[in-house]
C-alpha cells in the first residue's frame, strides 16, 4: 500500500439510484386528406349505363357514366349522401391511356410531332391527345403523313407545341372519364373505394378502374 494514504472514505448507496427519463413529442396541427380516382374507360366511343361505388359498406345509387364532377347528380353528391363518407371535392377529367410503343419528340415552334418510334395507326383525324400532360387534338391523317399533326379544337388551326421535349410517350383519349376525389372530412389512411357496373352498362371492353393517389395521413 501507498504510506502516503493516511485514511480512506467509503461512500455506498443506502437506496437504488433513480435514473432520469425524458420525453420528445413531435405534432401536426392538420392531417394529410387521400385522393382516390375512378376511371371509366372503353376501345370505342359507346359507354353506356350506370355505375355504383361502395364505401364502407354502404353503397351509392346509380352514377351516370358521364356524370359532373360536382352539382347535381354528380360523383360528389352520390358519395356525400353516404354516411359513412360525408362531403367531398371531385374533378373530372377526360380519361387517357398510354399509345403503346409510341414515342415522339417535338420542338417549342413545331406544330406537328416527329415519331420516333411506334405506330401512329391507332390514331385519326380528332384523335385527342396528351404528351407531357398537354394537350392537343391531332389534325388531318397522321397515317399518311410524316408525323402527328396538332390542331385546336376546330382541327383546322395548327398549334404549336410549345415546348422542346425528346423521346417522350403519347396518350390518348379513352372515351371515358376519370373522377378525382379528394377525402377533405375523412382522416388517415382509408378504404378503396369499390366500382361495381349497374343498369344498363355497356360499350367495348369498358372499364372501371379505381386508383389510390395519395394515401390519407393522420396528424401525429
Same mark, same amino acid.
Given at each position: 500500500? =501507498?504510506?502516503?494514504?493516511?485514511?480512506?472514505?467509503?461512500? &455506498? &448507496?443506502?437506496?437504488l439510484p433513480t435514473f432520469e427519463e425524458q420525453v420528445i413529442t413531435t405534432s401536426a396541427?392538420?392531417?394529410?386528406?387521400?385522393? /382516390?380516382?375512378?376511371?371509366?374507360?372503353?376501345?370505342?366511343?359507346?359507354?353506356?349505363?350506370?355505375?355504383?361505388?361502395?364505401?364502407?359498406?354502404?353503397?351509392?345509387?346509380?352514377?351516370?357514366?358521364?356524370?359532373?364532377?360536382?352539382?347535381?347528380?354528380?360523383?360528389?353528391?352520390?358519395?356525400?349522401?353516404?354516411?359513412?363518407?360525408?362531403?367531398?371535392?371531385?374533378?373530372?377529367?377526360?380519361?387517357?391511356?398510354?399509345?403503346?410503343?409510341?414515342?415522339?419528340?417535338?420542338?417549342?415552334?413545331?406544330?406537328?410531332?416527329?415519331?420516333?418510334?411506334?405506330?401512329?395507326?391507332?390514331?385519326?383525324?380528332?384523335?385527342?391527345?396528351?404528351?407531357?400532360?398537354?394537350?392537343? &387534338?391531332?389534325?388531318a391523317n397522321p397515317s399518311v403523313l410524316n408525323g402527328i399533326p396538332l390542331v385546336d379544337?376546330?382541327?383546322?388551326?395548327?398549334?404549336?407545341?410549345?415546348?422542346?421535349?425528346?423521346?417522350?410517350?403519347?396518350?390518348?383519349?379513352?372515351?371515358?372519364?376519370?373522377?378525382?376525389?379528394?377525402?377533405?372530412?375523412?382522416?388517415? =389512411?382509408?378504404?378503396?373505394?369499390?366500382?361495381?357496373?349497374s343498369d344498363n352498362w355497356a360499350g367495348t371492353n369498358v372499364e372501371l378502374i379505381v386508383?389510390?393517389?395519395? /394515401?390519407?395521413?393522420?396528424?401525429?
Open positions: 500500500l =501507498d504510506s502516503s494514504v493516511i485514511s480512506y472514505s467509503i461512500e &455506498y &448507496y443506502s437506496t396541427t392538420a392531417s394529410l386528406f387521400e385522393i /382516390q380516382s375512378v376511371t371509366v374507360q372503353a376501345d370505342a366511343r359507346n359507354i353506356a349505363g350506370y355505375f355504383r361505388l361502395e364505401f364502407n359498406g354502404q353503397t351509392t345509387d346509380n352514377i351516370k357514366w358521364n356524370a359532373n364532377a360536382e352539382g347535381a347528380n354528380s360523383v360528389a353528391q352520390a358519395l356525400a349522401r353516404l354516411s359513412t363518407m360525408g362531403p367531398v371535392s371531385v374533378t373530372r377529367q377526360l380519361s387517357r391511356i398510354v399509345v403503346s410503343g409510341l414515342v415522339v419528340s417535338a420542338s417549342a415552334s413545331d406544330v406537328a410531332l416527329t415519331v420516333v418510334s411506334g405506330s401512329i395507326g391507332s390514331l385519326s383525324l380528332g384523335s385527342i391527345i396528351w404528351v407531357a400532360n398537354r394537350q392537343f &387534338y391531332v389534325g379544337s376546330t382541327l383546322t388551326n395548327p398549334v404549336a407545341f410549345g415546348m422542346t421535349l425528346q423521346s417522350v410517350n403519347v396518350f390518348v383519349w379513352s372515351y371515358g372519364y376519370t373522377w378525382i376525389i379528394n377525402f377533405n372530412n375523412q382522416i388517415g =389512411d382509408l378504404p378503396t373505394l369499390i366500382a361495381t357496373s386508383t389510390t393517389i395519395r /394515401q390519407g395521413v393522420a396528424p401525429l
